[in-house]
T-cell receptor, first 111, second 111 residues
């Protein structure tokens, strides 16, 4: 099993550009999450999903959109990137009542 | 917000000593989880304690949970240099499936 994978691993964007981060899991987990982590900080929840076709806002949802069209995939979109969105983005998934399995992260720089 | 808050923010000890980290939270929970993050990497799930449990062990890890005080502690016994990492708690809140993290405790174990 690959676990949780994230694509891409690194990306540099110019202000105003858009992009989509892809998260995939092969563990048949119901719940999926997107977090961002700024240097020296903890993780902040952006959006999450409790099942295929559902999404919900977390702590810092502004400037991001998500979709969960398939159970195994959770996409995070940046419509118009801003320097404040420079961060490391982590995807995670879990089964009901279980711990989170994390992906390796995507390092995004917005110039 | 129901996220956990870790204390202390940073902890430096000698190899062989015990390390204790604390977590406080605000709402009713289904379970509380502890994670480790090595620099620049994704988080790794360490241990999960359910709301009806008071203590749990896993190897050199001991977790306690006091739901009346809304607090948990993580004890790492006989620490090793390889335990140097950031440690985070996360709460699986009752009636809410989002998983939120505190700012973490940065543990340094000196050889």
């Amino acid at each position: 099993n690959a676990g949780v994978t994230q694509t891409p691993k690194f990306r540099v964007l110019k202000t105003g550009q858009s992009m989509t981060l892809l998260c995939a899991q092969d563990m048949n987990h119901e719940y999926m999450y997107w977090y961002r982590q700024d240097p020296g900080m903890g993780l902040r929840l952006i959006h999450y999903s409790v099942g295929e076709g559902t999404t919900a806002k977390g702590e810092v949802p502004d400037g991001y959109n998500v979709s969960r069209l398939k159970k195994q995939n959770f996409l995070l979109g940046l419509e118009s990137a801003a320097p404040s969105q420079t961060s490391v983005y982590f995807c995670a998934s879990r089964g009901i009542g279980a711990g989170l399995s994390f992906g390796p992260g995507t390092r995004l720089t917005v110039t | 917000s129901q996220q956990g808050e870790e204390d202390p923010q940073a902890l430096s000890i000698q190899e062989g000593e015990n390390a204790t980290m604390n977590c406080s939270y605000k709402t009713s929970i289904n379970n509380l989880q502890w994670y480790r993050q090595n620099s620049g990497r994704g988080l790794v799930h360490l241990i999960l304690i359910r709301s009806n449990e008071r203590e749990k062990h896993s190897g050199r890890l001991r977790v306690t949970l006091d739901t009346s005080k809304k607090s948990s502690s993580l004890l790492i016994t006989a620490s090793r240099a390889a335990d140097t990492a950031s440690y985070f708690c996360a709460t699986d809140a009752y009636n809410n499936n989002d998983m939120r993290f505190g700012a973490g405790t940065r543990l340094t174990v000196k050889p």
